[in-house]
């Protein structure tokens, strides 16, 4: 985590809500992870186990009817299934490129969240915000 | 001569047991190096900046990461797609591509959705922009 900006990342829209001392909550549970080109992050059905933030390259979400959109979006939300019940991923998500996301935790976010109900209602608010403008919903 | 065959056995011995704790020596630090492998991604990025211009002098860098550009790809998935049939399904193409033997058939994907060569039909299908391909720009590449 050391290598990137807390300030930038507080500024994601998922975050950007978030007092500093949620903030503080926040950050040490975050993780800096790379992904390789091709790489399966996320399987349709599998236990929610990670949240992912993307920070840099471009993500196939698709489903087991062989729809598909992608995102490359700095901030953008992946695995939100991590936080919502019945934490279980409802889709494919394949790195289509080399790639940079900060990840959570699935248990240690939830966690968090249901022992702090403020920090869990803006987080929660900002993923459902996310998974609105998201092109297909299943 | 008699003590030729004490001296030719230690030696053997001496010769297997250096072998041996070169051969552990090896062994134990293995996974140092599988280690290093899982992580060459973070390595190769630490080595960059270590070595490499700073930020500042390169400016901010790009959201994604590319892939050189290439004609030849995106003739490779125009013919796939001419193939297969329009709408298509995006991992059904890059399933046939990887079949295909196309190398590193992600990043070229991407790289054709960034470029609208390859544009989504708002269903969750994807369709290949002819007009942006026959475009004279496109078609020269």
Redesign the interface.
Known sequence: MH?LDPKEIKEFPVFRELSPKQWAEVYPLLHHI?????EELVREGERAHTFFIIL???F?V??S??????L???GEIIGWSAVIRPFRYTA?V??????EMLSIAGIQFLELLQANASLGDKLVKKINEDIQHR??IT | MQHNGFSMAAVGITIVFTALVTLSLIISQLHKLLTFWD?R??WK?KIF?MFGPQEEEAGP???????PGSPESARQFCLLIQATGEPF????L?RTAEACGIR????K??RL??EHLII?D?????VWNHAEYDRPAKRSR
């Open positions: 290598l790379w992904t390789l080109e091709g840099r390259g471009h196939m698709h489903y009817d062989e729809r598909a959109f992608t490359w979006q700095r494919n394949t790195s289509l490129t080399e790639g092109p297909l | 992580n991604a973070a990025q900046r860098a790009p959201h994604v990461y590319h892939v399904s995006l991992p059904g890059l590193h058939p992600y990043a994907a991407s959705i960034e989504p708002q269903k969750g299908f994807y």
